[in-house]
């Protein structure tokens, strides 16, 4: 599925989220939940028939994800929302920020 400026998302600002070696580590979850948090939104964890994992309620900057998913799907499911939440790299701590530039300026990766 692919979003652009005027499809579901027309209020959101994209990044192009390129595939790079991803660890899926406890430490990748919290460096993920970390920028989300930085940029003034709240994760919680529940329980709901999420259709991709997550539910986002934009107007109150929530968003929610499906409490049953591993840690594989968390951090997949983090990184995809990168690309469709409004994350403000200004208000991001050093540490978030290179995080965050690798993820969104990491070379393609060709199969």
Excluded: H, W
Excluded at 59 to 64: A, E, G, L, N, P
Excluded at 80 to 97: A, H, M, P
């Amino acid at each position: 599925m692919s979003f652009d400026n005027k499809g579901l998302f027309p209020f959101c600002k994209f990044v192009k989220i390129q595939l790079m070696k991803i660890r899926y580590t406890p430490t990748t979850l919290d460096k993920l939940e970390k920028i989300i948090a930085e940029s003034g939104y709240i994760i919680r964890y529940e329980r709901g028939t999420f259709q991709s994992g997550f539910c986002i309620l934009e107007s109150r900057k929530v968003v929610v994800l499906n409490k049953f998913l591993q840690i594989e799907g968390r951090i997949n499911t983090l990184i995809d929302l990168l690309s469709i939440l409004n994350i403000e790299q200004d208000r991001l701590s050093v540490e978030s920020k290179k995080f965050f530039e690798d993820i969104t300026s990491a070379p393609d990766v060709a199969a």
